[in-house]
C-alpha cells in the first residue's frame, strides 16, 4: 500500500532538503540571447546516483562518460547541464570537454569530478565553446531557490519550463521529491533529446533506485511521443542525498511502493507537461490501451496511434477521425482482432467490437476542442495496459523545425 | 545479363497487348464530383496472377478476398477497382460487398467472378453504396487505350496520375510491361493505402511471378514513406496474360534477368512518383545507404532516415542539418560507429569518417532547391545497400490531413 502522496506548490527540483541549483547565460544559445544556458544541480551530501539513457547508437560523449561514471557506483554529488549545443558528433573533442564540465563544475563546488554528472543539450556537430562555459561558471550562484532557473536554463525549443515536486512519509518522517524536464521536438520512446533530473532528499539503496528508474522511465518518458525522432543525448537522472534521515529504501522495504509510487507520480507529471509543450503544439494526446495480449503489446499499440503523423493531424483538425486510429493499431505489430476493438474519444463510445457507433459528431468535435484529447482503446484480448503520451501535428511544428539551423 | 529495357512514351497499364480498361464517376469519391472513381482492368486472355498487401492486422475485406482468389492458383482475368470509400471497418458487409464488386465485374465482362480481384481505396468505417457501384459500371467502356482512365480513377488524395510502362525483349519477342498506381498520404513501408496494378504481356510461371513480385515490392513500394502511417487496404497486384507468345519465364529461364529487371524498373519508376506525390510534398528524398551490416541494416537505416519528421522538415526549409540524418541512423536499429560513416547531400561531401567537412554552405542549400535531395551514407562497415524513398514535411501535409474527413 502506497501512502498518500501530495504535491507541493511551486515545487521544483530544489525542493527536496540540501539541494541547490544556480543557472547563468554562458552564451550557447545564440537563438535567445536572453535566456540562461548553463547550470548547476548540487547535493549538500553524497548521493546514490541512478540515470536511464538514449538507446541511439549515435550518442553524445555526455552520456558515454555518465555511464561510466554511474557504473563506479560511487556517491554523487551533483551535474552540470548546457544547452544550446549538443557536444555530439565532434569526435574525440567530445569526450574531453565533457570530463572538462565536470571538472570545472567540481573545481567551484568542492567535490571531485568523478561525484559530478554532466548533459548537454542543443545543436548536433559543433564544438562546445569551453572558454564561454568557463566564464559562465563563475557567474553561477548556487541557491536552494535555484531550481526554476536551472528549469529555465536546460530548455531548448521549449516554450515554457517545466518543474513539479511532491511530499510524502517514508517511516514517518517528511519526504520531498522535485524534477525538472526539457524536451519539445525530437522527443520519442527511447528518451529522445529529453533531458529529466529528479532529486530526493529520501535515502535510497542505489541498486533498487535504478531498477525503479528503468521501471518508471518504461511506464513515462519511453511511453512520450512528440516526433518520432529520438535524440543522440537523451538522459534522466536520479540524485537521493538521503537527508530526509530515513533507513534506505530498497526492494524489500515495507515503504517500497511509497517510494515508487512517489517517482512515479513525478515522472508522469513531467512526461505530460513534455507532451502538451511538443513543439507547434495545440492538444495533449492521451492514449489508454486496455485489453492488449500483455505489456508490451499495449505499450505498442499505445505509442503507434500517439506517434501517427494521420492522428496528430485529425486531433489539430479536431476531427473524430478514428478510421486512423483503427489504421495505427492495426500496423502497430500489437495483436488485434478488429471485430473485438472497443474505442472512445474522451470518454464519448465511437465504436464497440469493431463497429462504428452513431455519434453526435458535432459533441465530439467539441469535446475535442479541449486542450487534451484522450483514446481510450480496448482490444478485449488481455490484461495489457498501457498508456502514451503525445501531442498534435501543427503547420507550427513544420516552420519551427524546417527553420532550426545545422 | 538482362537485355535492354526501354520506357515506352506516354506508357501506361493498357500499353501491354490484350489489355482493356475503362472507368466512370459512380459518385463514392464526394470530395471530387468531376473525377472518376471506379474502374475495370481487363484481359482478352487468362493470366498468370501475383500480390503483395498490407501487413496490417486491421485490413479490408478486398485484401481478404484477394488473398483467398490468389491461393486457388487459377488464372485470373482482372480487376475491378474504386476510389472514395475504402471498404474497411464495416463488419461482415465488407466482404459481401468485395465478392459482389467481383460478381458485377465478371458479369460485365462474361468470365467467371473467381477470375476477377478487387481493390478499394479511401474513407474507413463507411459501406460502399452498392447502387451507384452497380449504375457506374454500366457507364464503363473497356478500350485498349483506357490506361489513363484507370490511373485517374484509382487517386485519392493524389494531385497527378501515375503511370509508366516499358518495353523490352524474351527469345526475340517484344514484350510490354505497364503500371499505374496511386498513394500520397498514409504511405509506408509494408504497403500503406498504396495500391499499384501492373499488367504484361509476358508469359510467365505463376510461382516465378509471385517470387520475384514479393522479392522487387521490398526494394521498391516497401521502401518508400510519405508519413510513417500504413494503410489497411495496401495492394499490389501483376497480371501477366502471355500475348507476346514467350515460353513462360520462370526461375530457371535464360530470360529470368529480364524479366526481374523490367519488373524493378516499373516498380522503382512508379515508387519514385508515388514519393514525389505525397501530400504537401515540395521535394522528392531518396536516401542511398551503403556499407551496412547486411540488406535488412541498410533498409532499417534508409527507411529510417526517409521516415523522420525531422529530417523531412529541414528538406521543406533546404537545411543541410546533417545531425538529423545522424540522429535518424543512431535510432534506425542498424549496426553504425560514429566514426565511420561518410556523408554526401546531393554528391557533396558533407561529413567523412563521423566528422563533419566544412561546406559551402549557400552552395548546398542552393543544390537542395532542386526538386529531388540525394542523401548518400557509407556506413563503412559492410556490403548492405538500400534505397528509400519519402517526401519532405510541409504545412500543406498537416492541412491536408487535418481537414481530411472521417
Chains 1, 2 share one sequence.
Not at 540515470?51 to 541511439?56: C, D, I, L, Y
Amino acid at each position: 500500500m502506497a501512502g498518500a502522496i501530495e504535491f507541493v506548490d511551486g515545487g521544483t527540483v530544489t525542493s527536496p532538503v540540501g539541494f541547490l541549483a544556480g543557472a547563468t547565460y554562458a552564451g550557447l544559445k545564440t537563438f535567445a540571447e536572453d535566456k540562461l544556458d548553463l547550470c548547476i544541480l548540487f547535493s549538500e551530501l553524497p548521493c546514490a546516483a541512478a540515470g536511464v539513457f538514449t538507446k541511439s547508437a549515435v550518442r553524445s560523449s555526455t552520456v558515454t562518460l555518465d555511464r561510466e561514471r554511474l557504473a563506479q557506483r560511487i556517491s554523487m554529488r551533483g551535474l552540470i547541464v548546457n544547452a544550446g549545443i549538443a557536444n555530439t558528433c565532434v569526435g574525440e573533442q567530445g569526450y574531453i570537454d565533457a570530463v572538462e564540465m565536470t571538472r570545472l563544475a567540481a573545481q567551484k563546488t568542492g567535490v571531485s569530478p568523478e561525484e559530478i554528472l554532466v548533459c548537454s543539450t542543443g545543436i548536433i556537430g559543433v564544438e562546445l565553446p569551453m572558454a564561454l562555459i568557463r566564464g559562465g561558471l563563475d557567474q553561477i550562484e548556487l541557491q536552494g531557490s535555484g531550481g526554476p532557473d536551472m528549469a529555465k536554463a536546460i530548455m531548448t525549443t521549449d516554450t515554457r519550463p517545466k518543474e513539479t515536486a511532491v511530499t510524502f512519509e517514508l517511516e514517518g518522517r517528511t519526504v520531498h521529491m522535485g524534477g525538472v524536464a526539457k524536451g519539445s521536438g525530437m522527443i520519442h520512446p527511447n528518451m529522445a533529446t529529453m533531458l529529466s533530473f529528479i532529486a530526493t532528499d529520501a535515502a535510497v539503496e542505489p541498486g533498487f533506485l535504478q531498477a525503479t528508474l528503468s521501471e518508471i522511465a518504461d511506464e513515462t518518458y519511453n511511453m512520450l511521443s512528440v516526433d518520432g525522432d529520438s535524440s543522440t543525448n537523451d538522459t534522466v537522472l536520479v540524485l537521493a542525498n538521503g537527508a530526509a534521515g530515513n533507513s534506505p529504501v530498497s526492494a524489500g522495504s515495507p515503504e517500497a511502493d511509497t517510494f515508487v509510487e512517489a517517482l512515479r507520480t513525478v515522472c508522469t507529471h513531467l512526461t505530460r507537461e513534455l507532451a502538451r509543450d511538443g513543439e507547434g503544439a495545440s492538444h495533449l494526446i492521451v492514449v489508454d490501451v486496455a485489453g492488449a495480449t500483455d505489456t508490451a503489446d499495449a505499450r505498442l499499440a499505445a505509442r503507434t496511434i500517439a506517434s501517427s503523423n494521420l492522428v496528430k493531424s485529425a486531433v489539430y483538425g479536431t476531427d473524430p477521425n478514428w478510421g486512423r486510429l483503427l489504421m495505427a493499431v492495426g500496423r502497430s505489430g500489437a495483436a488485434a482482432e478488429e471485430e473485438k476493438i472497443d474505442l472512445f474519444i474522451n470518454g464519448v463510445c465511437i465504436m464497440e467490437a469493431g463497429k462504428p457507433i452513431p455519434f453526435h459528431r458535432d459533441a465530439v468535435v467539441a469535446l475535442m476542442r479541449q486542450p487534451e484529447v484522450t483514446f481510450r482503446l480496448n482490444l478485449n484480448l488481455g490484461d495489457g495496459e498501457a498508456t502514451a503520451w503525445g501531442c498534435d501535428l501543427t503547420e507550427e511544428y513544420v516552420i519551427i523545425n524546417s527553420a532550426y539551423t545545422t
